[in-house]
């Protein structure tokens, strides 16, 4: 849009983006795609001096050098899209790193500002830092900021509205070297004629045609092969490296200089708390019971306030249909689309936001304080026997939630072999929907024990199929993961994330339910259900021994899997679960099966969309087998 | 002064990162996210299973979990508890 000015937050992993982002937003006019996960791009509009601003919160980047796939999404973003400034997070606890990158960006040469951020936790760690003597050597703006506490934020927001006025039309040209800089100078000149519609300047891929030529513009690359291979080989003699490692060993010594010259580090003689606390989570046994501690209270929290806000919403849903019943007799067609409405209502408010809401604000908070990543150094070995590594274990966890973001969240594994193996897992875990279904039948007939079972069933179930698909996936590659400093979450900000998420949830999925159940009533007014359930009865009588009439409801769980229980309640008749004409054990078997069965449709969708149709239809075929397989063996035990 | 690789390096101790025996695209991540040639780091972790736990002193970064296999690739040197 011609009237809208575009600013991209770019900057490393954890150095507090996502905060900035969300503090910004909190200015807005609008809010979209309010994911959670910093693998995708989020966005907001925001009003900075009565214009509109468009802000993309971009995946973090260690380098402009993309590995991975929110890597890669970052840097297309930058190649591509208009972008009017850029804001760069900088975490000043890890001055230097963050500087590498601050360097490229610099080379990239688009107006920019840095964001000084995590100011008072570099003091905690004892860095003194000096951002005017920083602003003064890059000759940028550099804005301390303390997004946490959403300090220095208002001086960024004036910051970018001067920018964005009066156009930054210079940035400073870092010099490297002697020979490295002669080396990229000639690149250069022979770029110069080339114009290329992406983002970047010819110096910034004069450097990465040595660097990363994957990277460069094709029509710069073709017309100078030689010429920058013929450099390339030169530099590498006179240096014994290869021409990437002398880039990066350039770029570190001028982040390091910065560093030197704008902070100081005050030693100090003890242990931080954090630090001493820090080494007992991610101790190699003591870990393990913090991380044990950490599940119970984690599940437990979700199951209690899950029960405890189900039935308080049951007290005003189970009253609904006192409003319509009277219609039955004489204007079916009209019951059933009003009854439909109801179990839509009863499925989205009744039965998965009860469980939704404990689980993404706790999601929220965890996410912030860093225990995520202990978590995934701690369990990498248990992974590596299921042919992964301790990083799919954050889209495992995600995965709780809903497996629509964990699919998204796959992205920050760099190997497509882990990516795949990954995706293909990630159905089985229970997600919330299927989680209101283990948790409200463990409540209504099968009991805690039940829930338990169920669970026990699926991570066996997940450690086996990990273990033979990765038999025929070639070998596992290395775990390389940071561990973030431990953070104190900050409250407001876990209960505004939980906040959007929960709208996004009312927005899009009531809708989904409530049209999909007026759909399913109108099924069953035409009487479908008795053609649907004889279709499935092979699978759902003869092979499983369960009712016949539990054969439609898979249809509908494909669309929503929290349909299956409102479903099967009303192929019953029934208006409670506990009235369900089944045993115990018949119901355990029946929810170990749509626990494990068949994506749902917008896992399906996503996952085509992210990994092909290929890894789909493997998914889709392993899901139906493994349910089966696995159902049968429980109906074998315990029937 | 000793060279050995990282598993074999004592916990603990500050060591030298001297070379990563690496493909590009290994070799480009660690150094990205702080496993440099030419800066000191320390190992943290002490058992033999997991993943090995290093965190760079000269740039005072976050730590870093590298899995057995990729630490083995990097190259150390140390001299009587000290790097070289």
Same mark, same amino acid.
């Given at each position: 849009?011609?009237?809208?000015?575009?600013?991209?937050?770019?900057?490393?992993?954890?150095?507090?983006?996502?905060?900035?982002?969300?503090?910004?937003?909190?200015?807005?006019?609008?809010?979209?795609?309010?994911?959670?996960?910093?693998?995708?791009?989020?966005?907001?509009?925001?009003?900075?001096?009565?214009?509109?601003?468009?802000?993309?919160?971009?995946?973090?980047?260690?380098?402009?050098?993309?590995?991975?796939?929110?890597?890669?999404?970052?840097?297309?973003?930058?190649?591509?899209?208009?972008?009017?400034?850029?804001?760069?997070?900088?975490?000043?606890?890890?001055?230097?790193?963050?500087?590498?990158?601050?360097?490229?960006?610099?080379?990239?040469?688009?107006?920019?500002?840095?964001?000084?951020?995590?100011?008072?936790?570099?003091? @905690?760690?004892?860095?003194?830092?000096?951002?005017?003597?920083?602003?003064?050597?890059?000759?940028?703006?550099?804005?301390?900021?303390?997004?946490?506490?959403?300090?220095?934020?208002?001086?960024?927001?004036?910051?970018?509205?001067?920018?964005?006025?009066?156009?930054?039309?210079?940035?400073?040209?870092?010099?490297?070297?002697?020979?490295?800089?002669?080396?990229?100078?000639?690149?250069? /000149?022979?770029?110069?004629?080339?114009?290329?519609?992406?983002?970047?300047?010819?110096?910034?891929?004069?450097?990465?045609?040595?660097?990363?030529?994957?990277?460069?513009?094709?029509?710069?690359?073709?017309?100078?092969?030689?010429?920058?291979?013929?450099?390339?080989?030169?530099?590498?003699?006179?240096?014994?490296?290869?021409?990437?490692?002398?880039?990066?060993?350039?770029?570190?010594?001028?982040?390091?200089?910065?560093?030197?010259?704008?902070?100081?580090?005050?030693? @100090?003689?003890?242990?931080?708390?954090?630090?001493?606390?820090? @080494?007992?989570?991610?101790?190699?046994?003591?870990?393990?019971?913090?991380?044990?501690?950490?599940?119970?209270?984690?599940?437990?929290?979700?199951?209690?306030?899950?029960?405890?806000?189900?039935?308080?919403?049951?007290?005003?849903?189970?009253?609904?249909?006192?409003?319509?019943?009277?219609?039955?007799?004489?204007?079916?067609?009209?019951?059933?689309?009003?009854?439909?409405?109801?179990?839509?209502?009863?499925?989205?408010?009744?039965?998965?936001?009860?469980?939704?809401?404990?689980?993404?604000?706790?999601?929220?908070?965890?996410?912030?304080?860093?225990?995520?990543?202990?978590?995934?150094?701690?369990?990498?070995?248990?992974?590596?026997?299921?042919?992964?590594?301790?990083?799919?274990?954050?889209?495992?966890?995600?995965?709780?939630?809903?497996?629509?973001?964990?699919?998204?969240?796959?992205?920050?594994?760099?190997?497509?072999?882990?990516?795949?193996?990954?995706?293909?897992?990630?159905?089985?875990?229970?997600?919330?929907?299927?989680?209101?279904?283990?948790?409200?039948?463990?409540?209504?007939?099968?009991?805690?024990?039940?829930?338990?079972?169920?669970?026990?069933?699926?991570?066996?179930?997940?450690?086996?199929?990990?273990?033979?698909?990765?038999?025929?996936?070639?070998?596992?590659?290395?775990?390389?993961?940071?561990?973030?400093?431990?953070?104190?979450?900050?409250?407001?900000?876990?209960?505004?994330?939980?906040?959007?998420?929960?709208?996004?949830?009312?927005?899009?999925?009531?809708?989904?339910?409530?049209?999909?159940?007026?759909?399913?009533?109108?099924? /069953?007014?035409?009487?479908?259900?008795?053609?649907?359930?004889?279709?499935?009865?092979?699978?759902?009588?003869?092979?499983?021994?369960?009712?016949?009439?539990?054969?439609?409801?898979?249809?509908?769980?494909?669309?929503?899997?929290?349909?299956?229980?409102?479903?099967?309640?009303?192929?019953?008749?029934?208006?409670?679960?506990?009235?369900?004409?089944?045993?115990?054990?018949?119901?355990?078997?029946?929810?170990?099966?749509?626990?494990?069965?068949?994506?749902?449709?917008?896992?399906?969708?996503?996952?085509?969309?992210?990994?092909?149709?290929?890894?789909?239809?493997?998914?889709?075929?392993?899901?139906?087998?493994?349910?089966?397989?696995?159902?049968?063996?429980?109906?074998?035990?315990?029937? | 002064?000793?060279?050995?690789?990282?598993?074999?390096?004592?916990?603990?101790?500050?060591?030298?990162?001297?070379?990563?025996?690496?493909?590009?695209?290994?070799?480009?991540?660690?150094?990205?996210?702080?496993?440099?040639?030419?800066?000191?780091?320390?190992?943290?972790?002490?058992?033999?299973?997991?993943?090995?736990?290093?965190?760079?002193?000269?740039?005072?970064?976050?730590?870093?979990?590298?899995?057995?296999?990729?630490?083995?690739?990097?190259?150390?040197?140390?001299?009587?508890?000290?790097?070289?």
């Amino acid at each position: 849009m011609a009237n809208r000015y575009e600013i991209a937050l770019v900057g490393q992993p954890n150095a507090g983006k996502s905060t900035i982002f969300n503090v910004l937003s909190d200015i807005k006019t609008h809010v979209s795609n309010f994911s959670g996960t910093s693998v995708d791009i989020a966005h907001s509009d925001i009003n900075v001096n009565g214009r509109t601003v468009h802000i993309a919160d971009l995946p973090g980047v260690y380098s402009l050098n993309p590995g991975d796939e929110a890597e890669k999404v970052t840097f297309k973003y930058l190649q591509e899209e208009h972008i009017d400034l850029i804001v760069n997070v900088v975490d000043a606890s890890m001055l230097s790193r963050s500087l590498e990158l601050t360097v490229e960006l610099l080379e990239f040469n688009l107006p920019i500002v840095i964001a000084l951020n995590m100011v008072d936790e570099a003091e @905690r760690k004892g860095v003194k830092l000096y951002p005017e003597k920083l602003e003064k050597l890059l000759n940028i703006p550099v804005i301390p900021t303390s997004a946490l506490y959403g300090k220095g934020i208002k001086e960024l927001v004036e910051a970018c509205g001067r920018l964005l006025v009066h156009k930054q039309e210079e940035r400073p040209v870092i010099p490297f070297t002697s020979h490295v800089e002669k080396s990229i100078l000639k690149i250069e /000149e022979c770029f110069k004629n080339i114009k290329s519609s992406m983002n970047g300047s010819h110096r910034f891929y004069a450097i990465k045609a040595l660097e990363t030529p994957a990277v460069v513009p094709p029509e710069m690359l073709d017309c100078s092969t030689q010429t920058v291979q013929k450099i390339r080989e030169n530099l590498e003699k006179l240096h014994h490296k290869d021409a990437h490692e002398s880039i990066s060993y350039e770029r570190h010594h001028l982040a390091m200089k910065l560093m030197e010259d704008t902070s100081h580090f005050i030693d @100090r003689k003890t242990v931080p708390l954090r630090e001493r606390i820090d @080494r007992y989570l991610l101790h190699p046994i003591l870990g393990y019971f913090p991380l044990i501690a950490f599940f119970l209270v984690f599940f437990g929290t979700i199951y209690f306030t899950g029960t405890l806000l189900e039935s308080l919403a049951a007290i005003f849903i189970d009253k609904i249909p006192l409003l319509y019943n009277g219609l039955k007799p004489s204007q079916p067609l009209l019951w059933h689309t009003l009854e439909g409405i109801h179990q839509g209502i009863d499925g989205a408010v009744g039965i998965v936001l009860p469980y939704f809401f404990p689980l993404i604000f706790l999601t929220s908070i965890f996410e912030d304080t860093g225990y995520l990543s202990r978590i995934a150094f701690l369990m990498d070995g248990l992974m590596h026997r299921i042919g992964l590594h301790g990083k799919s274990v954050a889209p495992f966890i995600l995965g709780f939630g809903c497996t629509v973001p964990a699919l998204y969240g796959v992205r920050i594994i760099e190997n497509k072999r882990e990516r795949e193996l990954t995706a293909m897992l990630l159905p089985f875990i229970p997600c919330t929907a299927r989680t209101s279904i283990i948790l409200a039948t463990a409540a209504a007939m099968t009991g805690p024990l039940g829930a338990l079972l169920i669970y026990a069933i699926v991570i066996l179930v997940i450690g086996i199929t990990g273990k033979t698909l990765s038999l025929f996936m070639g070998k596992p590659t290395g775990l390389i993961m940071e561990i973030p400093d431990l953070k104190v979450p900050s409250l407001k900000v876990s209960i505004n994330k939980t906040w959007y998420k929960m709208k996004d949830f009312l927005k899009f999925a009531v809708v989904f339910l409530v049209l999909g159940s007026i759909l399913m009533s109108w099924l /069953e007014y035409a009487s479908v259900n008795a053609f649907l359930d004889r279709l499935f009865a092979p699978l759902v009588t003869s092979f499983l021994g369960l009712n016949e009439k539990l054969g439609s409801t898979l249809i509908y769980g494909f669309f929503r899997k929290e349909l299956v229980l409102v479903m099967s309640q009303s192929a019953f008749g029934v208006k409670e679960l506990s009235a369900i004409p089944m045993t115990k054990d018949q119901m355990l078997v029946f929810i170990l099966f749509v626990t494990l069965y068949f994506p749902c449709f917008s896992t399906f969708v996503v996952m085509w969309k992210e990994f092909g149709k290929r890894v789909v239809l493997i998914s889709s075929i392993l899901s139906v087998g493994v349910a089966a397989a696995a159902a049968f063996i429980l109906k074998l035990v315990l029937i | 002064m000793v060279h050995i690789n990282l598993v074999e390096a004592p916990a603990d101790t500050e060591l030298e990162v001297l070379e990563i025996n690496a493909n590009e695209a290994i070799k480009k991540r660690l150094i990205s996210m702080g496993i440099h040639p030419g800066d000191n780091v320390i190992k943290y972790t002490t058992a033999p299973w997991g993943p090995l736990l290093v965190k760079n002193t000269t740039l005072n970064s976050s730590k870093i979990a590298i899995c057995r296999a990729l630490a083995s690739a990097i190259q150390i040197g140390y001299n009587n508890g000290k790097p070289v």
